[in-house]
């Protein structure tokens, strides 16, 4: 497996402007998830795909975020009209589905996208 | 609701000392239960997991977990640590009716001293 990528590693963006991220899951993993992680706090959940569904969102999800796995392979989440509020570093995760019941999947890490909203 | 509680914020140890990272967790059903690491410059990874079974789980690197249902607890040891381990540890939890979600504790930010 060559890991979790995640493009951008860096974005500093104005206030008001757009930003769209991508993450490229490992490779045959069905799920991906991105969370958010501001400093000194851990990752907050945002969304999570099944294939190219999205099953879960979290209501940290605003009506500026969205995220889109069309292929079900890599996702990008988009976040329009940032916000300063909006800096974190935004992290992504796959997994492949557990065929155990009651066993969560292993989720594996990127290495994020840091977002600064000047 | 998950929740996850990391009571030590910051952790200062001085090298072959030993180690042990406070997580409680809040959850009514089963759980599954994780710890994540993340060394300087790099993303978050697996230490350990606990699904079921022997609630004394080992992981790589000398770590151990150990799950106490009846104290909601899964805490983190490491008999003698390196300066190696210097690192942000988290606690993480995923309940059997929270989907896929994990909900992670604040974290650990342990230093060891050389």
């Known amino acids: 497996d060559t890991g979790v990528s995640q493009n951008p590693r860096h974005k500093i963006t104005k206030r008001g402007q757009n930003v769209t991220f991508r993450c490229d899951p490992i490779s045959e993993h069905n799920r991906l998830y991105w969370y958010r992680q501001t400093l000194g706090q851990g990752p907050e959940f945002l969304t999570y795909?099944?294939?190219?569904?999205?099953?879960?969102k979290s209501r940290l999800l605003s009506d500026r975020f969205s995220a889109e796995r069309p292929k079900g392979s890599f996702s990008t989440l988009e976040i329009q009209r940032t916000e300063q509020g909006d800096s974190a570093m935004y992290l992504c995760a796959s997994s492949r589905s557990s065929k155990t019941s009651g066993r969560s999947d292993t989720q594996y890490f990127g290495p994020g996208t840091r977002l600064t909203v000047l | 609701a998950q929740s996850v509680s990391q009571h030590n914020h910051h952790v200062i140890l001085s090298e072959a000392a030993s180690l042990e990272l406070g997580c409680n967790y809040s959850?009514?059903?089963?759980?599954?239960l994780f710890w994540y690491v993340q060394y300087p410059g790099q993303h978050l990874q697996l230490l350990l997991k606990y699904f079921s079974g022997d609630p004394l789980v080992k992981g790589i690197k000398g770590f151990e977990a150990e799950f106490i249902k009846s104290k909601f607890s899964f805490n983190l040891r490491k008999p003698s640590v390196q300066w190696s381990d210097t690192a942000e540890y988290f606690c993480a939890v995923n309940g059997d009716n929270a989907g896929n979600m994990l909900t992670f504790g604040g974290g650990t930010r342990l230093m060891v001293k050389p």
């Open positions: 959850y009514g059903g089963t759980v599954n």
């Open positions: 795909f099944q294939n190219e569904a999205q099953l879960e």
